[in-house]
């Protein structure tokens, strides 16, 4: 595979700054938990029904985690109250949450058992929780190897073709699914409902209505996987299932994601904090104990840097994904993620008459893979300059996948000829994968065929690129993250430490706090 002559030095400075930048967000996420991580906490035990209110679903772990918020003492952390309450009640955590949850048990009210019986429950009750996970994750594994999984982070195989579906109806999305992997699709993503990632509780059950997408529900990742298991059974070949893990559910579909198996979640706080304003503290906080349950149960997981190229000029601030891509880096490291699960997400979305565009995102591409050689780098099409023409739609999705095969790309979502005007179906699915398989064939072996010429139009995109990252690094460095994020330091996009949605879900944690997970997983 040819290689772009960067600077390691200069890579090298870019790691360093990455990682002071993320010192002091570490320090925040050692001193706080949010409601959502111990919703989670409970979901992962085993408390994952709902009660009804208003005549709709309200999940039980919403029910417990309101209570004990308004009492004001999560700050011990649900544990604290939970595993004494099984102690009390003799109860398993489903059986104690129904019971929390419906009114019939009162934690704050049940006598005492001595903090180290508490504390030795709790433990059990995540020392079990965690092997739970590892035993669905080797149920998928075997899965895996039961098929066929040509998988290969480092992109040797060729762009993994990853498709979308989205109708709104779990039934219809496992319809279109099929029909996906039947076609070549080798990972299907379920698009969410719009806003979702606005909802501070995650819906119950299977779902049939949406905006845009399909609710992400446990129940609705227990019928995708389920269906795509069987369909990589009929066509001997592993298929991926991926949903979003953003928003302020995060660390809870990061837990229902692990127990249904799931291959690939779109997980990242940035996306969250500049294009759904979700408080950054909050999301920044679940993002790691979210990555802590994906980094056990070996998710690889997607970020969303690509997205700054749809509200800022690809051309001039290409340096913003790169110095994202490394702060990123950096947050997926302190979870204990290794390369291989570290999805890192750019985009060609330069406008297409620019001059020697083509090039530009060559190097652009090609920089990307040669700076993190052993992640599975998701590159996303163009969709800021499609417009109404699906013809020059289709071309604009050919070009783009020839990039991808031509530098080596991991995870290649493709393109919709149709994407500036409705959600995809299931015949534009088809000639976008049809399109791909084109191109990845007949291009398979041309990145191993070629070289880049030293001082061309190309490297030298590629170091100005790397320059700016520099620079725009030492900037963040010197104001602070979160300084930075106010100051439009990405996708031109101001947020503020304290605004934004969910920051009253952020509570300090108290003295003798108590989560086995985090040292557990």
């Keep these: 595979m040819a290689h772009l002559s960067l600077d390691p030095k200069k890579i090298e400075t870019c790691r360093k700054l990455a990682s002071s930048i993320a010192r002091p967000i570490e320090g925040l996420i050692q001193a706080h938990t949010t409601i ?32 004990l918020h308004k009492a004001g003492v999560l700050g011990q952390g649900v544990l604290h109250w939970f ?43 995540c020392e079990q929780a965690r092997d739970l996970l590892v035993e669905r994750r080797e149920q998928r594994d075997g899965i895996r190897r039961e098929t066929r999984d040509t998988f290969d982070p480092e992109g040797k195989n060729g762009p993994l073709l990853y498709v979308i579906v989205a109708t709104g109806n779990i039934f219809d999305d496992v319809i279109q699914a099929r029909a996906a992997a039947q076609a070549g699709a080798d990972a299907i993503a379920v698009i969410r409902s719009t806003a979702q990632s606005l909802l501070d509780f995650v819906p119950h059950g299977a779902t ?24 990589s059974r009929k066509l001997g070949r592993y298929i991926r299932l991926t949903n979003y893990c953003s928003g302020l559910c995060m660390p809870e579909i990061a837990a229902l994601g692990a127990l249904e198996r799931l291959d690939f979640l779109l997980n990242d706080a940035m996306y969250g904090i500049l294009f759904r304003d979700i408080n950054m503290k909050r999301t920044l906080i679940d993002q790691h104990f979210s990555r802590l349950i994906i980094a056990l149960s070996r998710i690889v997981i997607h970020t969303g840097e690509d997205n700054y190229l749809t ?69 996303m099409p163009p969709t800021r300059h499609k417009c109404g023409d699906i013809f020059y739609s289709h071309l604009m999705d ?4 020839f990039v991808g095969v031509l530098t080596g790309q991991t995870i290649q979502l493709l393109g919709m000829a149709t994407e500036a005007m409705h959600t995809p179906l299931l015949q534009d699915r088809w000639m976008s994968i049809k399109n791909a398989k084109y191109i990845f064939g007949g291009a398979k072996d041309l990145g191993a065929d070629i070289s880049f010429r030293p001082n061309g139009i190309i490297e030298k995109w590629a170091e100005k690129v790397l320059d700016e990252t520099v620079a725009h690094l030492e900037m963040i460095h010197g104001k602070g993250l979160m300084k930075a994020i106010e100051e439009r330091a990405f996708a031109e996009v101001s947020r503020t430490e304290t605004g934004g949605k969910g920051h009253d879900g952020v509570i300090v944690r108290a003295q003798g706090y108590l989560n086995p997970f985090f040292e557990l997983l």
Excluded at 92 to 109: F, P, Y
Aim: glycine letters at 6%; hydrophobic letters at 40%.
């Design 208 to 231: 049939t209505e949406g905006f845009g997408g399909t609710y992400a529900t446990q129940e609705n990742f227990r019928i995708m996987r389920e269906a795509l298991d069987e369909e």
């Design 311 to 379: 509200t800022a000029d690809a051309v001039e601030n290409g340096h913003q994904v790169l110095a994202s891509q490394f702060i990123n880096e950096r947050f997926a490291s302190h979870a204990h993620m290794t390369e291989n699960l570290m999805g890192l997400g750019h985009a060609q979305e330069m406008n297409p008459e620019h001059p020697n565009v083509f090039l530009l995102e060559i190097a652009r591409a090609q920089m990307t893979r040669d700076i993190f050689p052993k992640a599975p780098i998701k590159f």
């Design 36 to 67: 959502a991580i111990e919703r989670a906490t409970l979901r992962l035990l085993g408390v994952n029904g709902a009660v009804t209110r208003n005549g709709q679903y309200y999940p039980e772990v919403n029910a417990i985690i309101d209570t």
């Design 83 to 125: 595993a004494n309450g099984m102690i009390q009640k003799k109860m398993s955590a489903a059986e104690l949450g129904s019971a929390v949850a419906r009114g019939k048990v009162d934690l704050l009210k049940l006598p005492r058992a001595p903090e180290a019986t508490v504390r030795a429950k709790a433990r059990e009750l």
């Design 398 to 401: 050919a070009m783009f996948n």
